[in-house]
């Protein structure tokens, strides 16, 4: 592997722009550029701002420039040529000679491909003429070759036009070589050799082959994870070298159980520890398809591998820190992801047990159904104490006693509403929800027709607010007779109906129902009964 330093501009206290500055003002700026690794320099040019790309790519080696590349266009197999333009147009400001340099250091196929895929390219000694083709063209300096620019924008012929001019002006040799490669040679072929040479200098830099990597979610056999076994030493953990690149920073503080049995590690522990989270990390970026370039992607993905790590850590620890210390010592941490992940793919498995009759569920369990059904299960904050909004990783014990607590709800409200109320949930119809059906249910009660389910009709509506309301609200009593009226069907019946029953009548006590509302012909929804 090759000795690549670790990242420094993580916690630097400059801002980027003033460490660019720094580094360009120094005694040898070009000396202070080539000693910073290729991670570190493409991370300052997207920090910093893709203006800065001119001095800094101006002063890197072609190693580095190559590098860097690597990271900013490629997206999973595929070359992304949204994203190369700033960074040739980097390279074209520095000058057709500095151009020539970093030319000479690219894969020639990559080079070729650049090209390729954004022009069409005629050669003149070989007949071939560009009849019906429209401007703009590039006709080379030694009469070569006739090149069609089929760049989307002007911006892009422009920047492509002046790309062919600087490669004449600084090599005719390596500009024909590249220009008859790019018109030569099959895209695939082009494509297989390039993403071959970029692996290899990625796997260098430590990032996983993406085969490989998709280890890291095979499910396991959570019963075969037992801390005080040796896979920690067998699989290299414990003496990773340190030339491992450092990923960026995950932005919130680690999962209290992981962060709680790092601390009772020993220095030799945590050191390899440390090195352990760099490679699981970068194994999860590779299964992903994250472009390590993808600085907030990465984050993210660094993130959701941590969580996981620490829902695995403790479960198999079962919530002891100092049993989780001799797990991180012990088991590799790749055993210890594939441990988090499989139990998330387990509540899938519940989540698809519940069959087409949970899509009427309301939110945040249709949130949770369709996030825990996905590659990758998260869980909606809206489940967190307090609520919160957006997604997150399933991360601890309690995620997984809230996750399946909402699930076994969701399965007694499923039941309850069928054979209760007598409607087949996956027969409501688009848009209505369970929640619907019950709250139609609670206005028929606190109106004394019973708890049963029918249409709600607008002169309910009426009656309820004018009977039933106090203060905008549902009166204490009207919510004891509704209990009461429900409770012979809740009898023997899982206890989370009371706390669904509760929500329905908050749900109904919330809206304020304004007299003369109409209702939809079949159900009450919470639009019905404005605040």
Partial sequence: MANTPRRIITDAPLTPARFVDALLSADDPGEAVSTLAVQDLHALIEDAGIEYAVDLLALATPEQVQGVLDLALWRGDELDLAASRPWLAALVDGGYERLGEVWKGLDPELAALLLQRETRIYDLHEGEVPDDEEPPFFATPDRCFMVKITAPDQESVMLLDRLLDFLYRADQVLARHTLRAAASEPTSHLEEMALRWRSGRMADLGYADYYEALEVYRPID????????????????????????????????????????????????????????????????????????????????????????????????????????????????????????????????????????????????????????????????????????GLRPLATRDDIRRVTFA???????????HEVLGQDPAQLGAGVTLGDVGRSSVVRAALGLGFVFAPVRPKDLVELRTTCFSDGKLTPEVRAAVLAAAAPALRGRPPQLAEVLDGWLDDVSATGAAAGQSSPPLVLTRSDLPE
């Fill in 222 to 389: 959570l019963a075969s994870v037992k801390v005080g076994e040796t896979t920690a030493t067998r699989t290299g953990l414990a003496d990773t070298s340190s030339s491992l690149p450092v990923l960026v920073g995950a932005r919130g503080a680690p999962p209290s159980f992981l962060a709680a049995a790092a601390l009772r590690l020993t220095d030799d522990e945590r050191a390899a520890f440390e090195a352990g989270l760099v490679l699981l990390g970068n194994r999860v970026l590779s299964a992903d398809r994250i472009a390590p370039g993808a600085r907030e992607d990465a984050a993210r993905g660094i993130d959701r591998a941590r969580a996981t790590l620490a829902l695995g850590l403790e479960v198999v620890a079962r919530g002891e820190v100092d049993a989780g210390a001799r797990a991180l010592a012990t088991i590799s941490l790749t055993r210890l992801h594939r441990v988090g992940h499989s139990i998330g793919l387990q509540l899938g498995e519940l989540v698809r047990a519940l069959g087409p009759r949970a899509a009427c569920a309301g939110e945040p369990q249709q949130t949770l159904l369709a996030t825990l059904s996905g590659l990758r299960p998260l869980i909606p904050r809206l489940l967190d104490h307090p609520p919160g909004i």
């Fill in 407 to 417: 699930l076994a709800r969701l399965g007694a409200e499923l039941g309850f509403v």
